[in-house]
């Protein structure tokens, strides 16, 4: 469950422009130890590295968070 200091910063960081956030949480990532084990986060950097750099280059299609969530929530 968030801290009322991450839902703060989340809902900042939320108002970011995509390739904003997407940077965001690459360096965030940084931030944390060495030995921080990575199956608690379930991140394959690689494929982020990938993701980030195809927002970076326009090669990547986006979806407006609202449509995502709904796609989310409704299970697809």
Same mark, same amino acid.
Do not use: C, F, N, Q
């Given at each position: 469950? !968030? +801290? ?7 809902? @900042?960081?939320?108002?970011?422009? $995509?390739?904003? *956030?997407?940077?965001?949480? +690459? @360096? =965030?990532?940084? $931030? =944390?130890?060495?030995?921080? @084990?990575?199956?608690? =986060? ?5 494929? =982020? ?6 927002? *970076?280059? /326009? $090669?990547? $299609? ?11 929530? !409704? /299970?697809?």
């Amino acid at each position: 469950m !968030a +801290t009322e200091r991450v839902r703060k910063l989340l809902a @900042e960081a939320a108002e970011l422009p $995509t390739e904003e *956030r997407a940077e965001l949480v +690459t @360096e =965030l990532a940084r $931030t =944390l130890p060495e030995d921080y @084990e990575a199956d608690e =986060l379930d991140i394959d950097y690689e494929e =982020l590295e990938r993701r980030l750099e195809s927002v *970076r280059d /326009g $090669t990547a $299609t986006l979806v407006p968070w609202e449509e995502a969530r709904k796609a989310l929530l !409704a /299970g697809k």
